[in-house]
């Protein structure tokens, strides 16, 4: 069982081409599989307009 500990706790920043990856990893590593692909896919768009539109 995990039991949060604030004192050795981390915030970290993700560029934003790894979110999608990152996330899932994440997901996949705490027991939760993305089994519909269209969601997958719907976050990868979302995250590539915003890298699109970081750009313009």
């Known amino acids: ?4 500990d604030s004192a050795n706790s981390q915030n970290f920043e993700l560029q934003e081409s790894e979110q999608t990856r990152i996330i899932l990893k994440i997901l996949l590593y705490a027991g939760i599989i993305i089994r519909d692909p269209q969601i997958v896919q719907a976050a990868a768009s979302e995250v590539q307009q915003n890298e699109i539109n970081q750009k313009s």
């Not at 069982?1 to 949060?4: E, F, K, L």
Request: proline letters at 0%; aromatic letters at 50%.
């Open 1 to 4: 069982q995990y039991i949060y």
